[in-house]
């Protein structure tokens, strides 16, 4: 699997459930608090610069789709989203 041009395929850490100061029990789909998301990068594009495989980064949560090969889901973003490497 390789990603072309300035997209990466990444796989989005999984955050799982957390407790709000209320103890209301909020799912990681239902965290409308956080504007960025975490994962690891899998696959870089020929024009992606800065980043490489295997690193962690931070996204904007609004961007990218899914995409399923093999029984796992990963994510396609493009360069642009990206906004912490770290």
């Known amino acids: 699997m390789k990603a072309i041009g300035r997209n990466l395929i990444i796989s989005k850490d999984k955050q799982g ?9 909020v799912s ?29 980064i931070y996204y904007d949560s609004a961007a990218g789709h899914n995409i399923e090969i093999d029984k796992t889901i990963y994510q396609v973003i493009k360069l642009q989203d990206v ?4």
């Open 28 to 56: 990681e789909n239902q965290r409308e608090d956080l504007r960025y998301n975490k994962a690891e990068v899998i696959s870089i594009g020929s024009e992606v610069v800065g980043i490489k495989e295997s690193d962690n």
């Open 17 to 25: 459930t957390s407790e709000t100061k209320g103890g209301l029990l």
């Open 83 to 86: 906004v912490i490497v770290i």
